[in-house]
């Protein structure tokens, strides 16, 4: 489960990168990204959990959690532009259920038609 959540924190920004205008993914084209992630993570916690009928059970309700959550999700880019090799740098502002707001930075690349969100190693970027 641990990779199914970490998949849809991190998947998010996806979202954002919509808002940056023509360089970036439709909302549609963003959030079936990120639900395409997400059922993959999935697969791999039912891989894991073999004949486990408790622990397949508790995979399958976080991934459709996060999937229903995704819609939920609000989010502004608050700029966004291009870094080097195609790789487009974004400042997004992510707000949470609660209210509470933080701003970020994200990278995000083009790779075979489809956008990828670049995961740096702890966060940081280079």
Same mark, same amino acid.
């Given at each position: 489960m641990?990779?199914?959540?970490?998949?849809a %924190?991190?998947?998010?920004?996806? %979202? #954002? %990168? *919509?808002?940056c205008?023509? &360089?970036?993914?439709?909302?549609?084209?963003?959030?079936? #990204?990120?639900?395409?992630q997400?059922? !993959? *993570? %999935?697969?791999?916690?039912? *891989?894991?959990?073999?004949?486990?009928?408790m622990a397949?059970s508790m !995979? &399958?309700?976080?991934a459709? =959690? #996060?999937i229903?959550?995704?819609?939920?999700?609000k $989010? /502004?880019a608050? =700029?966004? /532009? =291009?870094a080097?090799?195609?790789? $487009?740098?974004?400042?997004?502002k992510?707000?949470a259920?609660?209210? =509470?707001? #933080?701003t970020?930075?994200?990278?995000f690349?083009?790779?075979?038609?489809?956008?990828?969100?670049?995961v740096?190693?702890?966060?940081i970027?280079?």
């Amino acid at each position: 489960m641990r990779i199914i959540q970490k998949t849809a %924190l991190t998947m998010i920004p996806l %979202l #954002a %990168l *919509a808002g940056c205008g023509r &360089t970036g993914p439709s909302p549609k084209e963003a959030k079936q #990204a990120i639900k395409d992630q997400i059922n !993959a *993570a %999935l697969q791999k916690e039912m *891989a894991a959990a073999g004949s486990n009928a408790m622990a397949r059970s508790m !995979a &399958t309700d976080v991934a459709h =959690s #996060a999937i229903a959550g995704i819609d939920k999700i609000k $989010f /502004k880019a608050v =700029s966004c /532009k =291009s870094a080097e090799q195609g790789i $487009f740098r974004c400042q997004i502002k992510l707000a949470a259920p609660d209210g =509470s707001t #933080a701003t970020k930075p994200f990278d995000f690349r083009k790779h075979d038609g489809h956008w990828e969100y670049i995961v740096h190693p702890a966060g940081i970027l280079p």
